[in-house]
């Protein structure tokens, strides 16, 4: 006993990193010990410390739980417990103090995405109250065998969305390769486009640094191969992280063109 669940706006985000890479140690996917790195990816996501919780045991935080609001709904960037305090329950008890603040607070659903060999999360989160709902694949490799059809016109611009290219979007994106989020960071990224006439048949996405796409989206086999063609990357080595399983032309064309789905993810959802 002893343990107290508080929120972590006056924790400096130092100490919920350290106990971030203690949790973390022995990962499903290699674990990069750089601070800054996690750090970034959680302020630029919008965690809200006032909205994310910790557990303190004599005075030290062993247990944390990040959060960013957005619309209607609260997304869990990441959930750590330290290695000598695992399988205590921590993680429903800091669910137990949220769930019902986060609900006070008017948000209408929590959700959370967790690598689907995690069983022990798996099991963390369920016992909380949430549920799978879609399976997210994460695909990478050296693209091969790309073709280019003459008749596309292809386009690089300023990663600006609109109507137009969510007309093309079936399944929507997950958290981190949404809307929102490509808005945010808008200086890293670029929109290429292919169009037929005037009519958009593929766009990407991409981040040239990372060397990955963020959103791809295309009418066939044939125009995401230009596309792909286009933007000089037959035999270059890419990635693209959580595609809806549902969204068959882009997981099909992976497949045949030289990329492995290294890992899956569950989206899990709770209504609050
Ligand atoms: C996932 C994690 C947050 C769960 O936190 P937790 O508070 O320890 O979870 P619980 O105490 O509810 O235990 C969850 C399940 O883990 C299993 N488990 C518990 N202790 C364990 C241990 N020491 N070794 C192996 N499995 C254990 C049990 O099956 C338990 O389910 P049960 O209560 O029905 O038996 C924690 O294990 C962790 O920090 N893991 C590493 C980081 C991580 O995977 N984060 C989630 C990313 S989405």
Redesign the pocket.
Known sequence: MGFEVLTLEKMNVKTIYKV?ED??????VTFEKKPEMHIERWLSAGVDFALSYGVKKDQELV?FLLHAPREDFVM?L??????D??????????YQKALPDLRARGFLRTK????TL????????E??GFQKTRILRSWKGDLTDLTSSPEFRYKVLPPVLTAEHQGLIQHPYAFEQDQVTVTRRSGMLELHELRSEEKLCAYAIWNPLQMNLVQMEGEDEKALSTLLFRMQLQNEHVGMINVDEKKKVVNDFFERHGLKNFLS?YEMELVL
């Open positions: 971030f949790a973390f140690t022995d990962y499903f247990a869990n990441a959930t750590g417990v330290r290695r305090h695992h399988g205590q329950g921590l993680t429903g008890m800091m959370l995405e967790v690598i995690n069983e022990r999360a798996i099991r963390a989160y016992k909380a993810q």
